[in-house]
């Protein structure tokens, strides 16, 4: 699941050289290879090294293996999959736990407040998702406006709008009451060693996401778009409706986050998900995926996603304050970063 660049090699406009990357694809997907490859090592050594280090042995534990599958990690690594694509386009979005708190929200106001049906409140809220991603994405292309900025400002808006509709208080949501179906839909478990839906759902997400990226033409507009936004105009990709489509994926697959999310615990908070977007563009990350936008693979994002949850999950059974987390993940996001200049140094020096 390795992404690359994959424009056409090389094509004249106008007599102006348009050099891609595609002519050192084998060397790109060797070293992007590894570079997943890596994330995985990573994965691996955390799981190994907590198996070891916690009281009891007890990381590798049906209860332990348990709380991973079903909490918040499936949520946090379909957005940090949706967020992936993003970065690989050009842009990121920092409004990502707000649209995931404030789309939960507006499901569980619809069915709880208004007795809509859950099917119809859940649809609705999965349209709003869009539909904040949508505006996102018509901001930063139509007005020119770095994403930065926008996706700041309505993180802010988003936010605020969903302390307004509940004051700041808990909304609570319970479909099991009159549409079971939905709960076992989203969070329910499958199989003799029952696995939650919830982690197959993030299985099947990265799989739709990669296809996309990797066996369609529009994946090969992402890439361009990351790569260089001026010669994939050039070259006929409308850029802009790239970008918008990507955002509108990353706000529709947070409100589905949200959704699942508020459906297992039975209530939807407007302040949840204060730092998913972080959470998100660190996975991404550390999972090979560079903000400079042009490379990044599905496999990658999944990977650096599930090391970071890994790691919480590690030092808060060692009893550590959360501050170690942060301060964990920072060391292991920087280390990332500086993995990657490495890399696309020796891609250039490749050239």
Request: aromatic share 12%; with cysteine.
């Amino acid at each position: 699941m390795g992404g690359v660049s994959r424009c056409p090699a090389i094509r004249i406009y106008r007599g102006i050289y348009l050099i891609t990357l595609t002519q050192v694809k084998p060397i790109l997907s060797k070293i992007l290879g590894y570079r997943s490859f890596s994330v995985f090592i990573i994965l691996v050594g955390l799981v190994v090294a907590f198996w070891i280090i916690t009281p009891g042995h007890m990381f590798i534990s049906g209860p332990v293996i348990n709380l991973f599958l079903e909490m918040y990690t499936p949520m946090i690594a379909i957005v940090t999959v949706a967020m992936a694509l993003l970065l690989i386009s050009g842009e990121f979005d920092l409004s990502v736990g707000s649209t995931y708190a404030l789309t939960a929200l507006v499901t569980a106001i619809l069915y709880t407040n208004y007795g809509v049906n859950p099917a119809i409140a859940i649809l609705a809220g999965l349209a709003l998702g869009g539909f904040l991603g949508f505006i996102n994405g018509i901001i930063v292309t139509k007005l020119r406006v770095s994403s930065l900025i926008v996706t700041l400002g309505t993180m802010w808006a988003f936010r605020g709008i969903a302390l307004l509709l509940t004051l700041g208080y808990e909304t609570p949501y319970y479909p099991a009451e009159t549409s079971p179906i939905f709960v076992n839909f989203f969070c329910g478990r499958i199989g003799a060693f029952p696995i939650p839906v919830q982690f197959l759902w993030l299985i099947v997400v990265a799989i739709l996401l990669w296809i996309l990226l990797e066996h369609t033409k529009f994946g090969n507009w992402i890439f361009a778009t990351g790569s260089n936004k001026e010669s994939a105009r050039m070259m006929g990709i409308n850029t802009d409706r790239v970008k918008i489509i990507c955002f509108i994926m990353v706000g529709f697959l947070a409100a589905f986050a949200g959704i699942i999310t508020a459906t297992r615990i039975h209530i939807a908070a407007p302040w949840t998900a204060q730092t998913m977007n972080l959470e998100a563009i660190a996975g991404a990350v550390v999972g090979g995926t560079l903000l400079s936008g042009g490379v990044g693979s599905i496999l990658g994002a999944v990977l650096g996603a599930l090391s970071i949850r890994v790691l919480y999950i590690g030092l808060t059974m060692m009893g550590l304050s959360p501050y170690y987390f942060m301060i964990a993940t920072g060391i292991l996001l920087i280390m990332a970063v500086a993995f990657n200049i490495i890399v696309r140094r020796r891609v250039l020096r490749r050239l």
